[in-house]
């Protein structure tokens, strides 16, 4: 009955660990997959608002638009693209954010910004 006892209860760590060591594998590869954005995002110095599409106004299209902003060492904001959003307020958003102007920083960095639609505006 020990011997019995000590293998089933040797078997069971076993599988405990292969399972442990699965999971802290799939958190690593979760980490290294997901981009580093803790802390590393640039202040902005100044914004531009969006131009309000008029048809939008009267369809009383509202949302937000998430964008991605390249930014060079200097802050200026050299390309903008949609992530997400509704096309007819897309475009004046990427408008907008390319006038943005962002802290200066030792290298080219890529922002994600959001731009926020209301029909009050």
């Known amino acids: 009955m020990n011997q019995t006892y000590s293998t089933n209860h040797t078997n069971g760590m076993r599988k405990m660990g292969i399972l442990m060591f699965q999971a802290a594998a799939l958190g ?17 110095k100044s914004r531009v608002a969006p131009v309000y599409p008029e048809i939008a106004k009267r369809m009383k299209i509202a949302g937000v638009v998430r964008l991605e902003a390249t930014v060079d060492p200097q802050g200026k904001v050299t390309d903008v693209k949609t992530l997400s959003g509704n096309h007819m307020l897309s475009v004046a958003a990427e408008d907008a954010v390319r006038q943005w102007k962002f802290v200066p920083a030792p290298e080219d960095s890529t922002e994600s910004v959001n731009v926020n639609f209301t029909t009050t505006q």
């Open 28 to 44: 690593l590869l979760l980490a290294m997959a997901l981009p580093v954005r803790a802390g590393d995002e640039r202040a902005i």
